[in-house]
C-alpha cells in the first residue's frame, strides 16, 4: 500500500533528524535524514550516537550498453566534517547520491534519492510493525528497509542492493568488546542472508546476543568478513568487487567484530519498478534492572556505584530461539504486519 506522509525534510534539515526503527520494548536503530543507520540501542541500553553496527547500503546499477555506476544508498554528507581523518561518519570517502529527501509518519519513514549520474530513481521504506491492541506484533525486534528501484530509461537496468553490517556484538557503546565474533552464510524458507553471533563474549553479558541481516531476493551472493587491511584498505577491496559485476566474493578474516556484507539482484525493465527487501533483526535476552544501594546511588547506570542488578530479561527473546529465527518468522507475516501498520497510520 501506498504510504501516507505527515512531513517532509531536505537540505540542512537532514542532519538533525532520525526515525527510531524496532519493535516497542526491543531496543532501536535510527533511519537518519541522510538514509543512514545510526544510534545503535539494541543492547539494553540507551547509546544515542553509537554506530557500533557500521551499516552500508550500496546500489550497483548498469544500464544495457553502459558502464555500471555504484552509489552509497545515502544523501551526501553535511558539515561539520570534524573527527579522524577529517570526517565523523564510516565510509566517509565512498560516492553518494546528490538529491535527497526524507518523507515520515511514524513508524513509517521514505527517503528518496536521486542523482543525474545514477540510471535509477530510488525510494527507500523503512518501518517497524506497529499495531494498537496488538503488543506482540508491535514489539517485534526488526527493522524492516526495502529499497524501490525505479528506471526512468529506455533500456533495461541490472542492479544491485548491498547491505554491510558490523558484527559488533559484545559492545554495547558504553561498556564491553567483541570478542570471538563471527559471521555465516544462511538460506531459510523464503529468506537468505548473514546470522551474526559471537562465541567469545560472556553468554550472561547485557551485551550479548545475536544479529541478523537478511533479504527476501531469491538471487544474492555474500561475502561473511571482509578482508583484514591496514587504512581502508578492506573498503577498497570491497567496492572493487562489488564494483566489478554487482555480486560479491566470500571470504574469511580473523577480526573480533568482522564485517559482513550481502548483496540482492535484480533487473528492472525500461519504465518499470522492482523492489529489494532486507530485514535487521536481533536478539539481546540480558537487559537487566539497577537497584540502588540508597537513593540517586546509580547515577552512572550501574557498575561499581553502589548498585546490585537483576536479570530482568527481555519479553521478545522468549519468542525466538535468537535473531534469524525472529527474522524468518516476522518475513513470512511481513505482508500482513505492514498493511496493518499503515492503516493504523492512515487513522
Same mark, same amino acid.
Given at each position: ?49 553509537? =554506530? ?15 558502464? $555500471? ?22 565510509? #566517509? ?6 538529491? %535527497? ?7 513509517? $519513514? ?6 543525474? /549520474? ?35 530509461? !529506455? ?19 558504553? /561498556?564491553?568488546?567483541?570478542?570471538? =565474533? ?33 533479504? !527476501? /531476493?531469491?538471487?544474492?551472493? #555474500? %561475502? ?32 573480533? /567484530? ?14 518499470? !519498478?522492482? *523492489? ?6 536481533? #536478539? ?13 546511588? %546509580?547515577? %552512572? ?21 535468537? *535473531?534469524?529465527? *525472529? ?13 496493518? !501498520? ?6
Amino acid at each position: 500500500p501506498t504510504w501516507p506522509v505527515l512531513r517532509s525534510y531536505t537540505q540542512r534539515q537532514l542532519a538533525r533528524i532520525a526515525l527510531p526503527l524496532g519493535g516497542i520494548g526491543t531496543g532501536t536503530v535510527s533511519l537518519g535524514g541522510r538514509g543512514n543507520l545510526q544510534d545503535w540501542e539494541v543492547m539494553n541500553r540507551p547509546a544515542k550516537g553509537y =554506530n557500533g553496527g557500521q551499516a552500508l547500503f550500496v546500489l550497483y546499477a548498469r544500464a544495457e550498453g553502459q558502464p $555500471a555506476v555504484v552509489r552509497a544508498l545515502e544523501g551526501v554528507l553535511q558539515p561539520p566534517y570534524d573527527g579522524a581523518m577529517g570526517a565523523r561518519a564510516a565510509y #566517509h570517502g565512498v560516492p553518494r547520491f546528490r538529491q %535527497c529527501a526524507f518523507h515520515s509518519a511514524y513508524p513509517l $519513514a521514505q527517503v528518496t534519492l536521486a542523482d543525474p /549520474a545514477v540510471p535509477l530513481q530510488i525510494r527507500l521504506e523503512a518501518f517497524n510493525p506497529l499495531i494498537p491492541a496488538d503488543p506482540e506484533r508491535s514489539g517485534l525486534p526488526v527493522a524492516v528497509l526495502r529499497y524501490v528501484l525505479h528506471n526512468p530509461g !529506455t533500456t533495461p537496468v541490472a542492479a544491485s542492493v548491498c547491505g554491510t553490517l558490523r558484527n559488533f556484538i559484545g559492545a554495547d557503546g558504553q /561498556a564491553g568488546a567483541p570478542s570471538g =565474533n563471527a559471521n555465516i552464510f544462511r538460506a531459510g524458507a523464503g529468506l537468505r542472508g548473514l546470522f551474526l553471533s559471537s562465541t567469545g563474549v560472556d553468554p550472561a553479558a547485557e551485551q550479548w546476543g545475536t544479529l541478523a541481516l537478511a533479504t !527476501t /531476493a531469491e538471487n544474492t551472493s #555474500h %561475502c561473511c568478513a571482509w578482508p583484514s587491511a591496514s587504512w581502508s584498505g578492506a573498503l577498497l577491496r570491497f567496492w572493487d568487487d562489488l564494483s566489478a559485476d554487482g555480486r560479491l566474493d566470500d571470504s574469511a578474516s580473523s577480526d573480533d /567484530a568482522p564485517i559482513g556484507s550481502l548483496a540482492a539482484e535484480t533487473i528492472i525493465p525500461a519504465g518499470e !519498478t522492482r *523492489a529489494l527487501t532486507f530485514l535487521l533483526a536481533w #536478539h539481546m535476552p540480558n537487559r537487566r534492572t539497577w537497584t540502588p544501594a540508597e537513593p540517586g546511588a %546509580c547515577g %552512572c547506570g550501574g557498575g561499581d556505584c553502589g548498585c546490585s542488578s537483576d536479570a530482568l530479561g527481555n519479553w521478545y527473546t522468549h519468542a525466538y530461539a535468537d *535473531a534469524w529465527e *525472529a527474522a524468518e518468522r516476522i518475513a513470512a507475516e511481513l505482508p500482513e504486519l505492514e498493511a496493518q !501498520t499503515v492503516r493504523f497510520v492512515r487513522a
